[in-house]
């Protein structure tokens, strides 16, 4: 359902009223609604200060947040997903467990040779490995580890909570190691308790690949068409289905970062002529620190949905020669039909229907041209751990009146949807079940609800599919939203 402006500050100034004084003074900022700003080729969109939203600042303690923490921001997505190296829970098992295969990293490779992706690895401390430190453990890990995985390239130790606070030098473990098993032993130290969310956790992460993976191979045979791609974790296939685009446009894809990645390729990556990077709230670090130590320029690009690909195929051809720019627009040529026909067969069904987006990473703002290429309406978006950067990229994209909101708790997200009545709502496993109890459709935008790949042109059908599946499935004949629901 579509709101005024008028009416969406008066709900707002109505929910904010709920919170204690101090309370509310903490939140007002972090909850918006976008106005019109005027001529947005004078650049006053993207500059509207009514526009802004408060983030990055820690979340109130006690109130539920669906953010995560440094840890799982390094181990979860930067450094998990890389294929050949084994990653090292350095902690207590229930973290470990928790991030143990939940974002859907695909990998190729054979399962416990060259592929550790689908393993959790712990050092399980102890209450004796609190009192006494856990180095001498650390190193008898990696030890077993080397012993039991040969072709395991390297080893990451991902550092949790305790670990921190007793303050082991997991620095000197890891290069003792490093030096007696001949592997790459990486030291990260990414302890949950650090910074406000799981996005310091992606820049520890950057910084450690800086420090001991980036520049330490050699291309040998560098060419004027290669790429990395940079931000992509190949959630359900995703950096799979955008490698075969770019592979197709007559790049070559060097290294990806770091959806079925591995540690040599990642080595290399210094050498490429341009960095395509997907996911820029997790990957921005790496890129501009390419960008100033090698003069490697780096590129967003967007591959959800028709309209975004052909417009991000075109900025990447741009970058090269004639011959590239032409293949463009064969691409283009060759997949529109297709894509014409997904759009003409779920359209019909989809055309009109609202979205409300609360994620995390690129998501609130890239995936909004697939939904509107279905002809669906963004009605608000979100981010769980943004910063200014990223609302300053995504609020010009959204119409006047969309609810803009970050690090919402989960009582202000409950009653933002009661608010505007979403067809469909896209956030994560924390609230999947508790809207499709309220009666809303709701699809998980973290890991595609064990679907997927979304990307690319492979991927609009199964995003089409799904979209339509989540609100017109029959399911929802036999339950009534809060909304709908006769008062007695």
């Not at 979100?382 to 959204?398: C, M, N, S, V, W």
Request: hydrophobic share 35%; proline share 5%; charged share 25%.
């Amino acid at each position: 359902m579509s709101r005024t402006v008028k009416e969406t500050k008066a709900f707002l100034e109505e929910l904010l009223g709920t919170y204690p004084e101090k309370t509310r003074k903490k939140r007002e900022g972090h909850l918006a609604v976008k106005e019109s700003c005027g001529d947005t080729s004078t650049g006053g969109e993207s500059a509207c200060s009514t526009c802004a939203v408060k983030s990055n600042v820690k979340s109130i303690p006690g109130v539920m947040t669906a953010r995560g923490c440094a840890y799982a921001g390094s181990k979860g997505v930067v450094w998990g997903p890389i294929r050949d190296m084994v990653h090292l829970s350095h902690g207590p098992v229930g973290c470990g467990y928790y991030s143990w295969s939940t974002r859907r990293n695909l990998a190729q490779g054979k399962p416990g040779v060259d592929n550790f992706v689908p393993f959790q690895f712990t050092s399980d401390f102890q209450e004796q490995d609190i009192v006494y430190g856990g180095a001498q453990k650390l190193e008898t890990i990696c030890r077993e580890i080397n012993t039991l995985f040969p072709e395991a390239k390297g080893i990451s130790i991902q550092s949790e909570c305790p670990v921190g606070l007793i303050g082991d030098d997991i620095e000197a473990s890891a290069k003792k190691m490093n030096d007696e098993l001949g592997i790459d032993v990486i030291p990260v130290r990414c302890e949950g308790f650090r910074g406000v969310s799981q996005s310091l956790g992606h820049h520890i992460a950057n910084d450690t690949i800086r420090d001991h993976v980036l520049g330490k191979g050699t291309l040998a045979d560098p060419g004027p068409y290669d790429v990395a791609i940079i931000g992509d974790y190949n959630i359900g296939g995703d950096a799979w289905a955008s490698r075969k685009i770019l592979e197709e446009l007559g790049l070559r894809v060097v290294a990806m970062w770091s959806g079925d990645g591995q540690l040599e390729t990642m080595k290399l990556t210094h050498s490429v002529k341009l960095n395509l990077i997907h996911c820029y709230r997790s990957m921005n670090y790496i890129a501009r620190h390419m960008e100033e130590a090698y003069g490697i320029p780096w590129l967003e690009y967007n591959f959800f949905g028709p309209t975004k690909i052909e417009a991000s195929l075109r900025s990447i051809a741009a970058r090269f020669d004639d011959k590239i720019i032409e293949n463009a627009e064969k691409i283009i040529a060759k997949y529109k039909p297709a894509m014409n026909e997904v759009v003409s067969k779920y359209k019909a069904r989809l055309d009109g229907k609202t979205v409300m987006l609360y994620v995390g990473g690129l998501r609130p703002r890239h995936v909004i041209g697939a939904y509107e290429d279905l002809g669906m309406k963004i009605i608000g978006s979100g981010y769980e751990f943004g910063h200014a950067d990223d609302y300053k990229r995504t609020i010009p994209q959204l119409g006047v009146g969309t609810l803009v909101y970050d690090d919402v708790t989960q009582f202000e997200l409950d009653e933002l949807v009661k608010f505007i009545k979403p067809d469909l709502v896209g956030a994560g496993i924390k609230e999947k079940y508790v809207f499709q109890k309220m009666g809303v459709p709701f699809r998980q935008m973290h890991s595609w609800d064990y679907s997927g790949p979304y990307h690319g042109y492979d991927g609009f059908p199964i995003f089409a599919r799904d979209m339509d599946m989540a609100i017109n499935s029959p399911t929802w004949k036999l339950v009534k939203a809060p909304w709908d629901k006769e008062i007695r």
